[in-house]
């Protein structure tokens, strides 16, 4: 590697640096809007024209407030899990193609490097909960991290179909396949749709936000810190809804791929679409139990996923004339999954505890 490669790579990583807290601050303010607007309000407004300044305001007040440390925390632990959940965040952008060549590392196991880097960010939450000596923390911490791992089992299941599709797990590659063919969401519907609520899941948004809930008087692993170190958490969460965005353009939505328009804008516009997408169920699903939350993944999404995942393998292997018995039962299995897992495990109302019957008064 020479000396103007380095400086190359180290010129990406800055832009990257630069571009995230870009990202938190343009999502912050289309979320308040389009849930004002949705809500019928209006948002934010007073300040800068149609409120355009107020997510820079906010940013400047979180910069300027106090970051305090609290008496029982474990330090070093406190101080270091804001930076471990922030630093793969950045270095997953780094393996997303925006174009062909418009992509910091170009990576043969690209798929598997954007899948496997989130999963240290689970280790920065339990350092955040265990290190800052609260046990409501811990609490949150722990709802947290069962969410996280459940979910990462039909996340990466259902993108393994897309992997055979394409035959690699190069990003780049299954874009352009995606560009010579179809995408892969109209032969990939259920793998799209699991994918979807596993990232919302695994990014702890709504209707997944059960360890960090704003009905709740406590904030999940966040609850100790302030300042710069909470607006830490804050980042690495928007930028890790654009990375779910990005990474369904790429996977399923055909990345930069289109006609007439430029490669960017084809993405930009893909991704926003998404993203438009993932602010409206804000507004509009309900949170859900955390045993609901279980169900959802243990008992709907995984067996779709390897359901699913048969499917394409069988497809694979043997050509297109067994599927044409294996997607009426595929349809007619879903089908069975909504009804009764879906409408009995997780739209199940919530079971009443026993109460203690009062006990007749005795003659005296």
Same mark, same amino acid.
């Given at each position: 590697m020479t000396l103007l490669d380095v400086v190359i790579a180290i010129v990406k990583v800055l832009v990257l640096l630069i571009l995230a807290p870009l990202i938190a601050l343009v999502f912050t303010y289309a979320e308040r809007k389009l849930l004002g607007r949705i809500q019928q309000r209006m948002g934010p407004w007073h300040v800068g024209p149609m409120g355009l300044f107020q997510a820079p305001a906010d940013a400047?007040?979180?910069? @300027?407030?106090?970051? $305090?440390?609290?008496?029982?925390?474990?330090?070093?632990?406190?101080?270091?899990?804001?930076? $471990?959940?922030?630093?793969?965040? &950045?270095?997953?952008? *780094?393996?997303?193609?925006?174009?062909?060549?418009?992509?910091?590392?170009?990576?043969?196991?690209?798929?598997?490097?954007?899948?496997?880097? +989130?999963?240290?960010?689970?280790?920065?939450?339990?350092?955040?909960?265990?290190?800052?000596?609260?046990?409501?923390?811990?609490?949150? *911490?722990?709802? @947290?991290?069962?969410?996280?791992?459940?979910?990462?089992? +039909?996340?990466?299941?259902?993108?393994?179909?897309?992997?055979?599709?394409?035959?690699?797990?190069?990003?780049?590659? &299954?874009?352009?396949?995606?560009?010579?063919?179809?995408?892969?969401?109209?032969?990939?519907? *259920?793998?799209?749709?699991?994918?979807?609520?596993?990232?919302?899941?695994?990014?702890?948004? *709504?209707?997944?936000? &059960?360890? &960090?809930?704003e009905s709740e008087v406590m904030g999940g692993p966040l609850i100790e810190y302030s300042g710069i170190r909470w607006a830490m958490f804050f980042l690495a969460e928007y930028v890790n809804v654009f990375i779910l965005a990005a990474l369904s353009t790429v996977i399923f939505l055909g990345g930069w791929a289109g006609p007439f328009l430029p490669p960017i804008l084809w993405f930009a516009l893909k991704t926003g679409f998404v993203v438009t997408f993932i602010l409206w169920l804000r507004a509009t699903l309900p949170r859900l139990r955390i045993d609901q939350l279980m169900a959802l993944c243990w008992k709907v999404l995984l067996p779709l996923s390897l359901l699913n995942l048969v499917v394409v393998s069988v497809q694979a292997v043997y050509g297109w004339l067994p599927m044409i018995a294996l997607v009426p039962l595929s349809v007619v299995l879903a089908f069975w999954f909504y009804r009764r897992a879906w409408t009995r495990l997780v739209m199940r109302p919530r079971p009443s505890a026993p109460r203690d019957l009062p006990t007749p008064a005795t003659a005296g």
């Open positions: 400047i007040k979180l910069l @300027m407030k106090e970051s $305090l440390t609290p008496e029982k925390a474990e330090r070093w632990i406190y101080l270091i899990a804001p930076f $471990l959940v922030f630093g793969p965040t &950045i270095a997953v952008l *780094t393996g997303i193609p925006f174009t062909r060549e418009l992509v910091a590392a170009n990576l043969d196991l690209g798929l598997l490097y954007v899948l496997a880097l +989130p999963a240290v960010v689970i280790i920065g939450f339990v350092m955040a909960g265990w290190g800052s000596g609260n046990k409501y923390a811990l609490i949150g *911490t722990a709802r @947290m991290v069962a969410q996280a791992i459940s979910y990462e089992l +039909p996340l990466l299941v259902s993108v393994l179909g897309v992997a055979l599709l394409a035959n690699s797990l190069d990003l780049t590659v &299954i874009v352009e396949a995606q560009a010579s063919t179809v995408w892969y969401v109209v032969v990939q519907p *259920t793998a799209f749709a699991i994918f979807i609520m596993a990232g919302l899941a695994e990014t702890s948004r *709504t209707p997944f936000d &059960i360890a &960090i809930a």
